[in-house]
């Protein structure tokens, strides 16, 4: 899709995952305008992407493909303010949850050739998990562009527009409930005299085979949880799971439209 001009509205975290994921795997597309309300925020990105443009946000907006890369409370002040400069043609893509596709419609005055995106970060080594939900407008072409831009990231699955929310508990900040863990256990693992080369790809690995294991062997939850008989945090595992059970379903109705 090198023929197609992109804009991003809004400079931050999301941003840096897209270029660089589609860095990496070599679809940087060739235009790109990027707008975000702090300089040095550009600043660092342009650096980085040395061919990007910075601009105003009303240029940002007059791409073909808009990504609104934005929080949501400020969402509905940046996309009101865009409505005036969009093409008649152009596909928006909110990148945020709460506003739905027909507030979002309500917002622009009327526009609707929207869809919504729940990013995912391991996009920025093309393996997210980034669902996304059409409005009624788009046509079977527009979809087929879209997810073509975005399948270099990772997988792109169109979902129901209300179960949004819940995929950006599960994936968007999934990793976070793992990172912190995964980090301490391969700090531990060096102390224990392994080498980064050695403790790294031995937990990669472990993790992946995990995740497979629980969800590819065709055993149980609790059969698998019984494969490995010494369990040195089982202890923690009842506050740690109340913990998920408690605070999760507090984020997701805070995020709720």
């Given at each position: 899709?090198?023929?197609?001009?992109i804009?991003?509205?809004?400079?931050?975290?999301?941003?840096?995952?897209?270029?660089?994921?589609?860095?990496?795997?070599?679809?940087?597309?060739?235009?790109?305008?990027?707008?975000?309300?702090?300089?040095?925020?550009?600043?660092?990105?342009?650096?980085?992407?040395?061919?990007?443009?910075?601009?105003?946000?009303?240029?940002?907006?007059?791409?073909?493909?808009?990504?609104?890369?934005v929080?949501?409370?400020?969402?509905?002040?940046?996309?009101?303010?865009?409505?005036?400069?969009?093409?008649?043609?152009?596909?928006?893509?909110?990148?945020?949850?709460?506003?739905?596709?027909?507030?979002?419609?309500?917002?622009?005055?009327?526009?609707?050739?929207?869809?919504?995106?729940?990013?995912?970060?391991?996009?920025?080594?093309?393996?997210?998990?980034n669902?996304?939900?059409?409005?009624?407008?788009?046509?079977?072409?527009?979809?087929?562009?879209?997810?073509?831009?975005?399948?270099?990231?990772?997988e792109?699955?169109?979902?129901?527009?209300?179960?949004?929310?819940?995929?950006a508990?599960?994936?968007?900040?999934?990793?976070?409930?793992?990172?912190?863990?995964?980090?301490?256990?391969?700090?531990?693992?060096?102390?224990?005299?392994?080498?980064?080369?050695?403790?790294?790809?031995?937990?990669?690995?472990m993790?992946?085979?995990?995740?497979?294991?629980?969800?590819?062997?065709?055993?149980?939850?609790?059969?698998?949880?019984?494969?490995?008989?010494?369990?040195?945090?089982?202890?923690m595992?009842?506050?740690?799971?109340?913990?998920?059970?408690?605070?999760l379903?507090g984020?997701?109705?805070?995020?709720?439209?």
């Amino acid at each position: 899709m090198q023929h197609k001009t992109i804009g991003f509205i809004g400079g931050g975290r999301i941003t840096r995952i897209f270029l660089e994921g589609w860095r990496r795997a070599n679809a940087l597309p060739a235009s790109i305008v990027v707008s975000d309300c702090h300089g040095e925020t550009l600043g660092r990105l342009k650096a980085k992407f040395p061919g990007i443009e910075t601009a105003p946000a009303s240029s940002a907006a007059a791409q073909d493909i808009v990504f609104v890369a934005v929080h949501p409370p400020v969402l509905a002040e940046v996309v009101t303010g865009i409505k005036t400069s969009l093409k008649p043609n152009a596909l928006v893509v909110s990148l945020a949850p709460k506003f739905t596709l027909a507030k979002l419609t309500e917002l622009l005055a009327g526009f609707a050739r929207l869809a919504r995106m729940i990013p995912n970060a391991p996009s920025v080594v093309n393996f997210g998990f980034n669902p996304v939900a059409f409005a009624p407008t788009l046509t079977p072409a527009d979809k087929t562009e879209l997810t073509a831009m975005l399948s270099p990231l990772g997988e792109c699955p169109e979902v129901a527009e209300e179960k949004l929310e819940a995929y950006a508990v599960l994936t968007a900040m999934g990793p976070t409930y793992l990172w912190f863990q995964l980090q301490a256990l391969r700090e531990v693992a060096t102390g224990f005299g392994l080498s980064e080369a050695e403790a790294t790809p031995a937990l990669k690995r472990m993790v992946c085979g995990a995740a497979r294991t629980l969800f590819e062997s065709g055993l149980t939850p609790a059969e698998v949880m019984d494969l490995v008989p010494v369990k040195p945090l089982a202890d923690m595992e009842a506050q740690v799971t109340e913990m998920y059970r408690t605070r999760l379903p507090g984020i997701h109705q805070k995020i709720k439209p």
